[in-house]
């Protein structure tokens, strides 16, 4: 190999080292990175989120509902993988309790192997025109229109209505992917499918 093509090809190299840096958010100063999390399926094998999360209450009631600064989440901006703890309406804007998880994929099964976050669940608000994607357990198996691993669209209202009245064994074992925008609002709730 000749002595200029060794040079093009490190210098391709090191441009890919550093893309992939940038990325995956190796090297941010004291920063974790908030991961890819938008997955439509358990054959995709993103893992999620980042492993942030709200500082526990100093109360000794374990984890507590604290409610996000006014302005911008810690995760505006990302999508990042959830579990949510609960969902109300509240002033005309639909609210969540959530705290960041981790998803993989279980090949055996061809499901997600959901790992629950610590610390406080933080209140977020969705957009007014956020889209709620529910598969099974959150919608019932069937709701015309797919199959029970089939994201399909809810409003806001129906999400909150599904949420409450889920079995708290079933709810246990859901996660969600969130988008935030900018200012830290939810864009889009889709549940993970769990058989």
Not at 42 to 54: E, L, N, S, W
Not at 61 to 90: H, L, S
């Amino acid at each position: 190999m000749s002595a200029s093509r060794r040079r093009a090809t490190k210098r391709l190299l090191t441009v890919a080292v550093f893309g992939a840096l940038l990325l995956s958010g190796c090297g941010e100063k004291g920063e974790e990175p908030a991961g890819p999390t938008a997955a439509a399926s358990p054959a995709d094998t993103a893992q999620a989120g980042g492993d942030r999360t709200a500082a526990p209450s100093n109360e000794g009631e374990g984890a507590q509902d604290t409610q996000a600064p006014t302005g911008k989440t810690p995760w505006a901006g990302t999508k990042q993988f959830m579990t949510i703890d609960k969902a109300w309406t509240e002033e005309g804007r639909t609210r969540l309790s959530v705290r960041p998880a981790q998803k993989k994929v279980n090949t055996q099964f061809d499901t997600w192997e959901i790992t629950h976050g610590t610390g406080a669940f933080t209140t977020v608000a969705l957009a007014g025109d956020a889209r709620v994607l529910l598969t099974a357990p959150v919608r019932d198996a069937d709701a015309s229109g797919g199959s029970r691993a089939e994201p399909l669209p809810f409003s806001q209202t129906e999400f909150v209505t599904l949420l409450k009245r889920l079995d708290s064994a079933a709810a246990a074992g859901v996660g969600y992917d969130l988008s935030f925008d900018g200012e830290g609002q939810v864009t889009k709730v889709q549940s993970v499918y769990r058989p």
